[in-house]
């Protein structure tokens, strides 16, 4: 989620602090959504005012010693021309799927077999609950939110469903053993495979721009 996108966004709506940006996103469950930390917002809220994408609209002063005064932001000329891009460059990129346990899951048949199978439960309970706030979210607010933020509730329910259909299927594996097999290859299955990923190679390239955007 780029946070640039997500303050200008909130920006063109109305004038806002930087606080009631943090407490817009929670109002919306967009934390529910995004990872999204207040030092990283904070952060940003500084970048995009150096590079003259927002401004300040209005300087409260606030009670009490040593207290900063309370700056409210609005959103430049250029911080809309640089919003649209944002928006743009946003709806250019493409899924690319990155789940923690994928990382990890070449090398699951060296773990703890117990402790695998209690971390994956977690996992799947953790993505049930989820999708049971998410879809609370949505029959809550669904008629009364703008119809990309519902479109949006709806993908992260139906990922969810997808996730928890994998999950289900790594348990069941888990628990029969099979998850944690290994497997030898034989000569002939090496050059078999050597072959067949040459060919594959040459049907589906790698996608460089990724993987040098990644590196």
């Given at each position: 989620m780029s946070m640039r996108l997500l303050i200008l966004g909130l920006l063109m709506e109305r004038e806002r602090h930087p606080y009631e940006i943090r407490q817009t996103i929670k109002l919306r469950n967009w934390n529910e959504c995004f990872k999204l930390r207040d030092g990283s917002l904070y952060y940003a809220v500084d970048q995009l005012r150096q590079d003259g994408l927002i401004?300040?609209?209005?300087?409260v002063a606030v009670p009490g010693d040593n207290r900063p005064d309370k700056t409210i932001y609005r959103i430049t000329e250029s911080g809309r021309e640089a919003f649209l891009l944002l928006l743009e460059e946003q709806f250019k990129m493409t899924s690319f799927p990155?789940?923690?346990l994928f990382l990890a899951m070449p090398f699951v048949r060296h773990g703890h077999t117990d402790k695998i199978e209690a971390l994956v439960l977690k996992q799947l309970e953790d993505c049930e609950m989820r999708i049971a706030r998410m879809k609370a979210i949505l029959e809550l607010k669904g008629d009364l939110i703008p119809r990309g933020s519902s479109l949006m509730i709806e993908g992260f329910i139906r990922f969810g469903e997808t996730e928890k259909t994998w999950l289900e299927q790594l348990l069941a594996e888990a628990r029969s053993g099979k998850l944690f097999e290994s497997h030898q290859m034989t000569p002939e299955q090496i050059e078999a495979y050597v072959v067949g990923l040459k060919e594959f190679e040459k049907?589906?390239?790698?996608?460089?721009?990724?993987?040098?955007?990644?590196?």
């Open positions: 401004e300040a609209a209005e300087v990155q789940h923690p049907s589906y390239p790698p996608d460089t721009e990724k993987n040098d955007k990644d590196s």
